[in-house]
């Protein structure tokens, strides 16, 4: 299904509450994801809907023109920032973890094997996922701030990408470097068992 931009998660979460028997997985930019649908994305993940959410994060928005978006750095250039931003970036990851998520995982595009295993391992887990991708955008991220040519942009992500168990600068993503791996993984009943159980306690008579 395509959903309106940022509009995915909620489609999704109906699509789970009406038939929990589906496998759900939604792929969202860094722009969808954290702007226009960034009350989505904490409800999803306070509510521990059972999905999983792969958010391509190229620091930018790459589609519509360059823009910064809410994962753009301080100093960081951009059609919207040629002075360099002003705003603090989100880290994606720590934002779902607060708000609730039970899988949280970080991986990059140059260590593709390693991000295919955390999206398995965000698709077995029962709950809500948040799998963040860093991804490469050497059209205009690139061009602004680091480089221009896509080997060489797979090449910094190879420097910047730490394990998380090696990790020591607050656990929080910074421009150059953040930590890639599980960042948490907590057992939580997902959201549609709660809902159908309070759904049958009600039906059975009980005070819901």
């Known amino acids: 299904m395509h959903a309106a931009h940022g509009r995915a998660l909620p489609f999704a979460t109906g699509a789970k509450v009406a038939d929990p028997s589906l496998k759900v997985i939604v792929v969202m930019g860094d722009g969808d994801c954290a702007a226009i649908g960034g009350n989505h994305l904490i409800h999803a993940a306070r509510r521990n809907v059972d999905l999983t959410a792969v958010v391509f994060n190229n620091s930018i928005y790459g589609m519509t023109g360059g823009q910064k978006s809410p994962t753009t750095h301080v100093g960081d250039r951009s059609t919207t920032s040629v002075y360099g931003n002003a705003e603090p970036a989100f880290d994606l990851c720590e934002l779902a973890r607060a708000a609730g998520a039970t899988y949280v995982a970080r991986g990059t595009s140059w260590a593709y094997r390693q991000l295919v295993q955390l999206i398995a391992g965000g698709l077995v887990h029962e ?17 602004f701030n680091l480089t221009a040519d896509g080997a060489e942009f797979l090449l910094a992500q190879r420097e910047h990408a ?7 600068i607050d656990g929080a993503r910074l421009r150059d470097s953040y930590p890639v791996g599980v960042i948490s993984h907590v057992e939580r ?16 008579g009980g005070d819901g």
């Open 189 to 204: 009943p997902p959201y549609s068992d709660v809902y159908a159980d309070a759904r049958s306690r009600k039906e059975a």
């Open 162 to 168: 730490v394990p998380v168990d090696k990790y020591e």
């Open 127 to 143: 709950g809500f996922s948040f799998v963040e991708a860093m991804a490469v955008c050497n059209t205009y991220y690139g061009r």
